[in-house]
C-alpha cells in the first residue's frame, strides 16, 4: 500500500501580517519611575521627543522612494510597560498621567505592550485559553555547539543559559595539584578578538509552573512582536486590541487583564521590516543579549516565507540574521 508522508508544517497555513516600515519605541521606563517618579518620566519624554522627530524624518527619506512618496511611509511608535517583575501596581493610577505627559511633550504613543503580555497573552473571552507566547519562543532557541564541549554543562533547553562560545577553564573540574595554564573564553563567531557573553533567559523555580523569565528573554519576544515573525499554530500572536478611547475609558484594575497589546491611536501597523528603540543606556547589556538570543532562533520557515514575500511587495531588503532589523539609540545621563 502507498503511504504519503507530509510534514505536520508544510499542512499548516501561516498567515501574513501588516508590516509599517519600521516600528519606533519611543523609550523605556522602570515600573519604579512610572509610579513614583513623574518628573523623571516627563523630563526623559523631553529629551526624547526630537529623537522621535528625528527618526521618524529618517525613516521616511529612507523608504520614499520605495513607498511611493514619503508621506506612504510607515512609521508606527510603540511603548513596553514593565509589568512583569513588578505586576502588582495599578493600571488607573500609572498610565492616563504617564499617556498625558508623552502627548503633552509631542510624542504619540500608538501602541502600548505589556512585557507581562510577553510572557503569556491573556485569553480573549471565557471560551480562549491564555497563550504561552514565551515559551513558544524558548521551543525556537538553537544553541551553538561548544568547542571542546565536554558533556558537564546541561543543554540550554534544560539549563535555561545561552552562550555565544566557550567559557573559561576556571569552570573546569581539576584535581588540586593540576597546574595547567588557564584558558580565556572564547566567542564562536569573534572577530580577532572574542567578546563572551551567556545569557540567562530563564530559571527553573519549584513554586512556579511556568519558567521565570528574564528580562533580555522577555525583550527579545517583545522584539519579535516588533518585527512580525511569532506565529502559533501559524496564526497570529497577542494581535493589538482597540483601545482607541484611552483618554475617557476606565483602565482595568489589574494589569493581567489588560491585552498583551494595546492601540491607542489610528495608526501604521504595529509591525515593521525594522525597529528602532530609544533607550536609556543602562539597557545597553540587555539588548546586548537580546541580540544574541535572535540570532539563535530557528523561526519557522513558512513564517520567513511570509515576511519575504511582504518584503520583496513592499522592496525591502530581507536580512537573514533577525539582529540586522534592529537599532537603537542609547541615552546617557539626562
Known amino acids: ?41 516627563r523630563a526623559q519624554f523631553e529629551r526624547v521627543a526630537p529623537l522621535v522627530h528625528a527618526f521618524t524624518e529618517m525613516a521616511r527619506d529612507e523608504f520614499a522612494e520605495r513607498a511611493g512618496g514619503r508621506s506612504r511611509v510607515r512609521v508606527s511608535t510603540c511603548f513596553l510597560i514593565d509589568d512583569y517583575f513588578r505586576g502588582t501596581t495599578d493600571p488607573r493610577a500609572i498610565l492616563p498621567g ?54 558537564r554543562r546541561p543543554p540550554t533547553t534544560e539549563l535555561g543559559w545561552l552562550s555565544n562560545g566557550r567559557p573559561s577553564s576556571d569552570d573546569e573540574l581539576r584535581d588540586a595539584m593540576d597546574l595547567r595554564d588557564y584558558v580565556p573564553p572564547l566567542e564562536l563567531s569573534r572577530r580577532n578578538h572574542s567578546i563572551y557573553l551567556d545569557v540567562e533567559m530563564w530559571r527553573r ?5 511556568d519558567p521565570y523569565w528574564s528580562c533580555p528573554f522577555l525583550a527579545a519576544v517583545w522584539q519579535l512582536l516588533r518585527l512580525g515573525m511569532v506565529r ?48 536609556p ?38 536580512t537573514d540574521h533577525l539582529s540586522d532589523r534592529l537599532s537603537h539609540f542609547f541615552l546617557g545621563a539626562g
Request: proline share 4%.
Open 1 to 41: 500500500m502507498d503511504s504519503l508522508f507530509q510534514e505536520a508544517t508544510a499542512a499548516t497555513r501561516v498567515e501574513s501580517v501588516a508590516m509599517s516600515h519600521v516600528s519606533l519605541e519611543v523609550g523605556h521606563f522602570s515600573m519604579d519611575e512610572l509610579a513614583n517618579r513623574p518628573d523623571a518620566v
Open 98 to 151: 504617564f499617556l498625558r505627559s508623552a502627548q503633552e511633550c509631542g510624542i504619540r504613543v500608538d501602541y502600548l505592550g505589556r512585557e507581562a503580555g510577553c510572557a503569556v497573552v491573556p485569553k480573549k473571552d471565557s471560551s480562549g485559553a491564555p497563550t504561552k507566547l514565551a515559551q513558544i519562543v524558548a521551543d525556537m532557541v538553537v544553541a551553538e555547539p561548544l568547542e571542546g564541549y565536554s558533556g
Open 205 to 209: 523555580d519549584r513554586e512556579r509552573d
Open 232 to 279: 502559533f499554530e501559524g496564526k497570529r500572536v497577542a494581535e493589538p486590541a482597540d483601545y482607541r478611547d484611552w483618554a475617557t475609558q476606565e483602565w482595568a484594575e489589574s494589569w493581567g487583564v489588560l491585552p498583551s497589546i494595546m492601540q491607542l491611536h489610528d495608526a501604521a501597523p504595529f509591525a515593521a521590516f525594522r525597529s528602532v528603540s530609544i533607550l
Open 281 to 318: 543606556k543602562r539597557y545597553l547589556g540587555i539588548e546586548h543579549s537580546v541580540q544574541q538570543i535572535l540570532d539563535h532562533l530557528d523561526i519557522d520557515s513558512g513564517v520567513n516565507e511570509v515576511y519575504a514575500q511582504r518584503a520583496q511587495e513592499n522592496r525591502i531588503v530581507a
